[in-house]
């Protein structure tokens, strides 16, 4: 069970390295892309938590509802009609998702990384994506502290420090 723990905490390394890399891509695509990939290995540790310590299945479902997504907002255009309805499509899967994974008050961070994670991949401008990625990373530290994720708690603020310095480095870039 310790070990199993141990290697939860090294995956959150990898994840959080991987969503750093996605706030320094131009293209919003490729910052999803990252996304994507970062996304999954949290989902993995989550899991893994939960079978080490009870805590985290909220996490590993909101985190794969979250690649889900992605996938179709890649394809999508923001502003499409249809993309609207699937963006409250998305809205509703996540409180279910967190109804039915319910585990104490951290189930609502979690869920609140998926409204705000989803309302940032919606924008076809990638500092919205940043900013509601940082506003994200607040809720995710909230849940990591509840269910004693500390190292993807410390990726969390790397991760929003990344953030800042990238939208500052990078620019205002508007790209598809």
């Known amino acids: 069970m310790q070990e199993g723990y141990i290697v939860s905490q090294g995956m959150a ?7 750093v890399l996605s706030v320094w891509c131009k293209k919003r695509k490729q910052v999803l892309l990252f996304q994507i990939l970062g996304c999954s290995v949290y989902m993995l540790q989550y899991l893994l938590l939960q ?38 499509l998305f809205l509703n899967i996540y409180i279910i998702a967190t109804i039915i994974t319910w585990n104490g008050i951290g ?5 609140l990384t998926g409204v705000s994670s989803t309302i940032g991949h919606y924008n076809s401008n990638t500092n919205k994506i940043r900013f509601f990625a940082c506003v ?14 500390y190292v993807a708690m410390f990726g969390e603020i790397c991760i929003i420090i990344s ?11 508007n790209s598809e």
């Open 51 to 88: 079978f080490c310590t009870g805590y985290g299945l909220t996490g590993a479902v909101i985190n794969l509802i979250g690649v889900i997504r992605t996938i179709i907002f890649i394809k999508k255009v923001p502003g499409e009609g249809k993309y609207k309805k699937i963006l409250a």
């Open 107 to 111: 189930s609502i961070f979690s869920f």
């Open 136 to 149: 994200t990373c607040m809720f995710w530290m909230m849940y990591d502290i509840y269910i004693g994720a």
């Open 13 to 19: 390394v990898i994840a959080f390295i991987l969503l």
């Open 163 to 173: 953030n800042v310095i990238s939208t500052i480095v990078v620019g205002a870039n």
